[in-house]
Structures are given as C-alpha cells and as structure tokens.
C-alpha cells in the first residue's frame, strides 16, 4: 500500500523524470449525446470550409456519432493552417473535449502542448498500484509478490514534415516503487514504444514505421507493431488493411503453462512476428455501430506439443446507446489455435467475450465529471494475443469501477475485478482472480 514515505519516493521521481504516459481514456466507442454543443460546433465548421466533414463531402448533422469519430473530425481540423480567430476559438474548445480520443490517434491538443516551430511535445503521468491475487498468469497467487506499484511517465513528440506528413513518437519510462528503480522494460530505462510517419494516401490515410495496432474492439490486439497500416472511409463505413510484425516475440495471452509431467519445465504457444490483419466499422443507425477484424499471425510454435503453423484470429462486435448516459458494448474473439493442453491436462480455450455497461462519461477538462462502468470477460488464453483492457487474458469475471475527474487534467480511476482463470497454470488447478487496482493520472 501507498504510504508517506512511498508518496515522497514517488513525487521525487515525477520531479526527476522528465517523460510521461497515455492514460486510460474515456470508452472512444461511447456516443457523443445528440444535445451536446460538439455538433453545432462542427456543423459551424463545416460551414465556414474548415472541415469537409464525411469523405462523401457532406456533413452527416441527423448522425449520432462516437468520440471516436468525432475525433477524426477534430483532427482534420486542428490540421488546417490560417484560421480564422472564431474557427480557431471552436477548434481548440473541441479538441480540449476530445483530448483523449485525440490522444489515442497520436494526434495532440493544443492547450496541453509545448510548442517548438512544427514539433510538439506532450505527456502524462500515472501513478499506479495495483494488489490482490494477480495470478492469472502466474503459477501460485503470492499478495506480497503481486503487489505492485509505479511511476509511469510517458511523451509524445510529434513533428510536421509538410502539409500532408507527420512524423511521430512515443518514448515511456516507468519508476518502479517496489525495486527501487528504473527497469520497467526489460533492464532498459527508456524506450521507444513507437516511431512512425502519417499521412494522406488519396482520400484515405497511410501509417508507415512502429505504431499502435488496434483491432475494432481491441479483443484480439493493442500493442506495437513494426509495418504499414492503411485506413479509409466511406459514408458509415470504416476500415484498415495492416501488415506488419510484432515488436518482440512472446508467449500468446502473457501465459505460459506447466507441464503436468515435469513440472520444472514450461511450455507456450510463442509467436511468431509477422502479422496482418483487416478490420471493418459500421454505422447500423446513429446509435449503434458494429465491427470486426481478421488477423493472421504466422509461425506460432507450442514447444513440447509438436504444433507450428499460422494462426487465424477473428474478432466482432457492436457498441450501442442504451440511454442517456448509459452505454454498453460487447465483442467476441476466437483463434483457431486447438489441441493445446494445460497443466491438469484440459484443452486450452480458444474463444472469449467480453462486454461493458458504462454510465455517464469523464473528460479530464471537465471538472467533476466521472463514470461508472462494470464489465464481464471470459477470455480463454488463445483468443487474443494482447488485449486491451488489462487482466483479461484467461480470466472469467466481473469488474466494477470508477473514473473521476478532482481537477483540471487530471483522473483517478478504481476498479476491483474478481474471478477465477479459465485454464490453470498450476497442476494445482485453476486460482481465484482477486485485483484491487487506484490510479492517478496527469496530462500535460
């Protein structure tokens, strides 16, 4: 647990470092209400040329649309030079509302940037602990051992090349509290999670170097990918062709398993780099959109088991207004990786759901603003290979929680998931999941 001398330990290293990181953002999937001022704001917008609205040159003003796509628009907006002083006035208040939707696109707000010439630096902070039996992964749950806490910095630097081509990065660093140092990845003290240039490709856009994959729900995949990422709209619909490799190669899901016959040796599915997927995005009506993707990973090799070949990820899904202020998505995921036992011998589950009900929505630049949110995941190991939201891989359970926001571009977010994993790492059998997670975020 945080105590005084910890939180002392803690505010000299955020003093020290001069890095930071992207926090947990709002749910992007989430409708913008049909009363809220962001509507008028980009229908004055469109009027006055700033923006073109949808790729078909109109703007869609009866269309419900998410954060996500609300983001896409303020980005092509905060790109354009030579603004008049009321666009530019309404451009910037949309793009402080959409800080964090912004921020997962690597596209940075104004009011929170440093500004040199063409190149932009910005960041965030995290203060984190996390306890409980953290075992869905581990062999044996240990409360001492799965405590952990940490300072989390992270910065973004983002530089234009020319009026179609940016370039841009992503360097993280994490202070950990319990060993006392700075070795959050892999014994290095910094390191680049991300480096790569964007830009128009006709009417579409074009991602070339390591960048954030994402698949349409983020069930199969989130993480750093070294390649080409193409993505276009038109009208409702939306999608990206990518090929690329994983950063590193890893155990599928963050598992490994024992091998019940000698328990001193491991055996995993590992990963083979190279991957391509495709995903699709539809706008059923202005308050529910679906989605899905196709991934392919090739060379996965399960040592001990004789398997190596590629393997097929699928994942779909829908994201829907149930209310006002009440949201709720869900998306499944399946690979066709099989025949893979655990440690007292079950097959490996393949598939898994996960869904999320959310009320209300926070926003760092809204003051006293929160959500509550509660979610269920019964995720087998071979159903994703890194998922979005964190303790999901093998996990069946419930979560509930919280975000706030106490002061001007900051967050606290709490959670408590609970459950049991879907296969055992332990010949021990399968172990509860019991996590207990506060954090604290701040954007600068």
Do not use: C
């Not at 649309?65 to 983001?71: D, H, I």
């Not at 959050?184 to 991300?194: E, F, L, P, S």
């Not at 509550?372 to 303790?391: K, Q």
């Amino acid at each position: 647990m945080f105590n005084k001398s910890t939180l002392t330990i803690t505010t000299s290293a955020l003093v020290l470092m001069s890095t930071g990181v992207a926090g947990a953002a709002s749910n992007p999937f989430s409708d913008v209400p049909q009363d809220s001022w962001a509507y008028d704001a980009v229908a004055t917008l469109a009027a006055d040329g700033v923006i073109d609205g949808f790729p078909d040159g109109t703007y869609q003003g009866n269309k419900t649309m998410t954060r996500y796509e609300m983001a896409q628009i303020v980005a092509r907006a905060m790109a354009k030079e030579d603004l008049q002083k009321a666009d530019k006035a309404i451009v910037d208040k949309l793009a402080v509302e959409f800080a964090e939707e912004l921020d997962n696109l690597g596209v940075r707000v104004a009011d929170l940037e440093k500004k040199s010439d063409n190149v932009k630096f910005t960041g965030t902070a995290r203060l984190r602990y996390d306890d409980g039996d953290i075992n869905a992964t581990n062999s044996k749950a240990d409360w001492d051992k799965d405590s952990a806490s940490h300072a989390h910095i992270e910065y973004w630097i983002k530089g234009k090349v020319n009026d179609n081509w940016t370039g841009v990065s992503q360097i993280e660093t994490e202070y950990n509290m319990k060993s006392d140092s700075i070795t959050a990845y892999g014994g290095k003290d910094i390191q680049v999670n991300k480096i790569y240039a964007e830009g128009n490709f006709g009417d579409s856009m074009l991602k070339l170097g390591r960048y954030g994959e994402f698949s349409s729900y983020g069930r199969i995949i989130d993480t750093e990918i070294s390649g080409a990422e193409y993505t276009f709209e038109s009208g409702d619909l939306s999608g990206a062709l990518t090929y690329g490799r994983l950063k590193d190669s890893r155990t599928l899901a963050g598992t490994t398993f024992e091998n019940p016959k000698d328990t001193k040796e491991t055996f995993g599915a590992y990963l083979g780099t190279e991957y391509s997927s495709a995903r699709l995005k539809y706008n059923l009506s202005p308050v529910t959109a679906i989605g899905a993707t196709y991934g392919r990973l090739n060379e996965v090799t399960v040592e001990d088991q004789g398997f190596k070949d590629s393997v097929n990820f699928w994942e779909a899904g829908f994201n829907t207004k149930l209310a006002d202020n009440l949201t709720l998505m869900a998306a499944y995921s399946k690979s066709d990786l099989d025949g893979v036992t655990d440690s007292v011998g079950s097959e490996v589950v393949n598939d898994g759901w996960f869904s999320e009900l959310r009320y209300k929505q926070h926003n760092p630049s809204d003051v006293g603003s929160f959500a509550i949110f509660t979610n269920y995941r019964n995720v087998g190991a071979f159903s994703t290979i890194d998922a979005t939201v964190d303790y999901t891989e093998n996990v069946r359970g419930w979560t509930l929680g919280f975000d706030y926001v106490p002061m001007e571009n900051t967050t606290i977010e709490v959670f408590y998931t609970t459950g049991t994993q879907v296969n055992a790492t332990s010949t021990e059998g399968r172990q509860d999941v019991d996590i207990f997670r506060a954090q604290m975020e701040f954007y600068f």
